[in-house]
């Protein structure tokens, strides 16, 4: 059996999923593994890279089925003791998938490991390791308090902003960016939720596995640069936007709303609406469209 399965999802992309193919090829060095390529039915030629990577397993979607079902494709088409979920827009630096493989061979009570995302400029990505969403934090998150006091303990508990960044360190929530996840953890919690389009289900995917009893470890030293939203999500973004926001209800609705009275709820679902709308809005007039926050 291979050691790692890297499963990565593209949407008229070509330019990054090549450079992403790339580094993966030149950062393995230790593991066995391969690489599974699903295609979202694009348009600028991004399957014809198959005849330039024949080692490569490619499949080609006629059309859009969404991140999560074409994550599953390839998971299902895969045989890795391990499996990665690798976005198309990473830059995979030198030994980071080794680095996950070896921490959870390391950890037998680990489910799932994430590296330390950066931005194109070096600086890190918070997202890539955070807290369950709850109604409070994600109010801190959502309404801007955690930017306003970034070293707020209590403003930043969903992207801990408490911890210490040079330890490996368990966490609630990976992202969807880059995480490999252990084969006997998707046998027992099952693949990504397909009732999400493609947003929400890293957090899902997580919340199931910690519920499971399996721990998700943060590891710093396992470095991938992620560009964020580059890689596909721009050429449809009002629809993803919608996706965004629809993700952020559907995982209250499946996970939260049953431990909450009404009026809490309402407020939740409200804030989702109101938030998506002023997204919306913003967007109309931005020049460059893209979904959540812009990545340096």
Same mark, same amino acid.
């Given at each position: 059996? +291979?050691?790692?399965?890297?499963?990565?999802?593209?949407?008229?992309?070509?330019?990054?999923?090549?450079?992403?193919?790339?580094?993966?090829?030149?950062?393995?060095?230790?593991?066995?593994?391969? %690489? %599974?390529?699903?295609?979202? *039915?694009?348009?600028?030629?991004?399957?014809?890279?198959?005849?330039?990577?024949?080692?490569?397993?490619?499949?080609?979607?006629?059309?859009?089925?969404?991140? %999560?079902?074409?994550?599953?494709?390839? /998971?299902?088409?895969?045989?890795?003791?391990?499996?990665?979920?690798?976005?198309?827009? +990473?830059?995979?630096?030198?030994?980071? /998938?080794?680095?996950?493989?070896?921490?959870?061979?390391?950890?037998?009570?680990?489910?799932?490991?994430?590296?330390?995302?950066?931005?194109?400029?070096?600086?890190?990505?918070?997202?890539?390791?955070?807290?369950?969403?709850?109604?409070?934090?994600?109010?801190?998150?959502?309404?801007? =308090?955690?930017?306003?006091?970034?070293?707020?303990?209590?403003? *930043?508990?969903?992207?801990?902003?408490? =911890?210490?960044?040079?330890?490996? +360190?368990?966490?609630?929530? =990976?992202?969807?960016?880059?995480?490999?996840?252990?084969?006997?953890?998707?046998?027992?919690?099952?693949?990504?939720?397909?009732?999400?389009?493609?947003?929400?289900?890293? %957090?899902?995917?997580?919340?199931? /596995?910690?519920?499971? *009893?399996?721990?998700?470890?943060?590891?710093?030293?396992?470095?991938?640069?992620?560009?964020?939203?580059?890689? *596909?999500?721009?050429?449809?973004?009002?629809?993803?936007?919608?996706?965004?926001?629809?993700?952020?209800?559907?995982?209250?609705?499946?996970?939260?709303?049953?431990?909450?009275?009404?009026?809490?709820?309402? =407020?939740?679902?409200?804030?989702?609406?109101?938030?998506?709308?002023?997204?919306?809005?913003?967007? /109309?007039?931005?020049?460059?469209?893209?979904?959540? +926050?812009?990545?340096?």
């Amino acid at each position: 059996m +291979t050691d790692v399965s890297v499963c990565i999802v593209n949407f008229n992309a070509r330019e990054h999923l090549e450079n992403c193919l790339v580094s993966v090829i030149n950062s393995m060095k230790k593991h066995t593994y391969e %690489i %599974i390529v699903v295609d979202n *039915g694009s348009s600028d030629g991004s399957a014809e890279l198959s005849n330039r990577y024949p080692n490569i397993k490619f499949i080609k979607n006629q059309e859009n089925a969404g991140f %999560i079902k074409a994550n599953n494709q390839a /998971i299902r088409a895969s045989t890795g003791s391990y499996v990665m979920s690798l976005n198309n827009d +990473t830059i995979v630096k030198d030994g980071a /998938i080794d680095l996950l493989v070896d921490l959870l061979e390391s950890s037998p009570d680990a489910g799932a490991a994430g590296p330390k995302l950066l931005n194109s400029d070096g600086t890190v990505q918070l997202q890539c390791r955070r807290r369950l969403p709850d109604p409070v934090s994600s109010f801190y998150y959502f309404s801007g =308090l955690s930017r306003l006091f970034p070293k707020s303990r209590m403003f *930043g508990a969903y992207l801990m902003v408490d =911890l210490d960044d040079k330890q490996v +360190t368990e966490v609630d929530c =990976l992202c969807g960016a880059a995480m490999l996840v252990r084969r006997k953890v998707i046998d027992e919690v099952g693949l990504m939720d397909e009732d999400y389009f493609m947003y929400g289900d890293d %957090i899902d995917w997580c919340y199931r /596995i910690k519920k499971a *009893g399996w721990k998700i470890l943060y590891c710093p030293d396992a470095e991938i640069v992620h560009l964020g939203g580059r890689g *596909g999500s721009r050429k449809r973004s009002y629809g993803n936007i919608f996706e965004f926001h629809r993700s952020m209800a559907l995982f209250y609705s499946k996970h939260y709303a049953s431990r909450y009275v009404f009026a809490v709820n309402w =407020l939740v679902y409200s804030g989702i609406w109101l938030k998506y709308a002023v997204a919306l809005a913003m967007n /109309i007039f931005r020049k460059e469209k893209f979904v959540g +926050t812009k990545k340096p």
